[in-house]
């Protein structure tokens, strides 16, 4: 005998029917939709290449501070996949330390495998994003024959600038060179940022107070200059997040998705900061002042020399840096207003008794003692880690000036 389902079974099943073949569709939808997007972001045209943009986070060294840009090129005609890197130099070029001070170290353009590149990174436990370009076939096929073009040994070499020149503006070039009807940057920072501004943000989020330091004493005023869009650009996350800003009918990037986001290590700071030091140094040596045991005495008469002869070649080597170099934005330095050259010759006559040398420390004095009041109002930026530096060589040179041992009466 046949057994006869009850009603509201029959419609449950009928149910579960519809919603299975529903599920069904919907994921089918979903496939072909992703398959869809696919397609136009990886084979939207006959060139069967894809261009993107590669950012990679900043590490933990000094040089990758501020990140890294590449750009990548997958062919699927030839089966290659690419990394157009900028920021390579060879450690063993002759008088490759003497070319990096003087900013004339050639860097160039290498070309490596992905995968090599991204393990790279992936064992300093940087991260990479990458932004896939909207450009069509003749655009890419345009753009990778010049990038291959450009890798050649003849081709390959440029004169890097850190902010004008760097491993993130070429590409930048490259993109705007061969990407036809390209929309206008935004800004990614606020208007009115300075150069100097910009790279403090990635010095103090990763606590290198004496890396901060060593870079302030070097800049000089150039570096406080307002920088515009495109300058703004030098840094590789204000290239990456200015391509995402575009959003007019000529969407730059297709898809934006990261690699390998890796989280960077927690940097926690040392007490030893510049300003810590500084300020100790100048507690001591004022302490240290008003003694008057032999033993005291003697110690500071050779901290005066060691002190102003460091102070005199920090002063040589920014006017080396100023007039010697091919750096863009060592000029103009004014730590030379407090960092005198002629300090290092002062400095073999800190404990003499001859009236050219009380008069110098008293022009010192003076000049110093203005310096500090117009700390806040010169056309650099200052350093106020240096600030008790500064302090403690007015001090001595008032000491050297007031001292009794330099009257003039008792030498006539």
């Known amino acids: 005998m046949k057994k006869k389902l009850h009603p509201a079974f029959s419609i449950f099943t009928f149910s579960r029917f519809h919603i299975f073949t529903f599920k069904i569709l919907s994921r089918l939808l979903f496939i072909s939709i992703l398959a869809h997007q696919h397609i136009n972001t990886f084979a939207q045209d006959s060139s069967h290449i894809r261009i993107s943009l590669l950012t990679c986070t900043p590490g933990e060294e000094l040089y990758?501070?501020?990140?890294?840009?590449?750009?990548?090129?997958?062919?699927?005609?030839?089966?290659?996949?690419?990394?157009?890197?900028?920021?390579?130099?060879?450690?063993?070029?002759?008088?490759?330390?003497?070319?990096?001070?003087?900013?004339?170290?050639?860097?160039?353009?290498?070309?490596?495998?992905?995968?090599?590149?991204?393990?790279?990174?992936?064992?300093?436990?940087?991260?990479?994003?990458e932004q896939v370009l909207n450009m069509s076939a003749d655009e890419k096929i345009t753009m990778m024959e010049a990038l291959y073009e450009n890798s050649k040994e003849e081709n390959r070499y440029y004169q890097y600038d850190f902010f004008l020149d760097n491993c993130t503006t070429r590409p930048r070039d490259m993109i705007v060179k061969y990407k036809k009807d390209h929309p206008a940057f935004k800004w990614v920072m606020p208007k009115g940022t300075r150069f100097r501004q910009a790279i403090h943000l990635y010095l103090d989020k990763n606590e290198k107070d004496w890396s901060k330091l060593g870079i302030d004493l070097l800049l000089g005023a150039p570096t406080d200059a307002v920088m515009t869009i495109g300058q703004s650009q030098f840094l590789p996350d204000n290239l990456m997040k200015?391509?995402?800003?575009?959003?007019?009918?000529?969407?730059?990037?297709?898809?934006?998705?990261?690699?390998?986001?890796?989280?960077p290590a927690i940097n926690k700071g040392s007490i030893l900061t510049p300003m810590f030091v500084f300020s100790l140094l100048f507690v001591i040596i004022v302490s240290l002042s008003f003694l008057t045991n032999k033993g005291a005495k003697i110690f500071l008469q050779g901290f005066d020399g060691l002190f102003f002869f460091l102070v005199g070649a920090l002063g040589i080597m920014l006017i080396f840096m100023w007039i010697a170099t091919d750096h863009s934005m060592t000029k103009d330095n004014y730590n030379l207003l407090w960092a005198w050259p002629f300090n290092i010759i002062i400095a073999f006559f800190v404990n003499s008794k001859a009236k050219w040398v009380k008069l110098y420390f008293g022009i010192s004095m003076v000049a110093l003692l203005i310096v500090l009041l117009s700390w806040f109002f010169l056309p650099q930026q200052m350093n106020n880690a240096l600030i008790p530096l500064v302090l403690l060589l007015a001090f001595r040179s008032s000491l050297k000036y007031f001292t009794p041992s330099f009257s003039l009466a008792a030498y006539k």
């Open 64 to 129: 990758s501070t501020f990140g890294h840009t590449a750009i990548r090129v997958t062919d699927s005609n030839s089966v290659t996949d690419n990394v157009f890197n900028y920021g390579t130099f060879n450690f063993d070029a002759p008088g490759f330390y003497t070319k990096f001070i003087r900013g004339k170290l050639l860097y160039y353009l290498s070309v490596e495998n992905f995968r090599e590149f991204a393990y790279d990174y992936q064992a300093e436990r940087r991260g990479i994003t």
């Open 242 to 263: 200015s391509l995402d800003s575009s959003n007019n009918n000529h969407r730059l990037v297709v898809s934006t998705g990261s690699l390998y986001p890796f989280q």
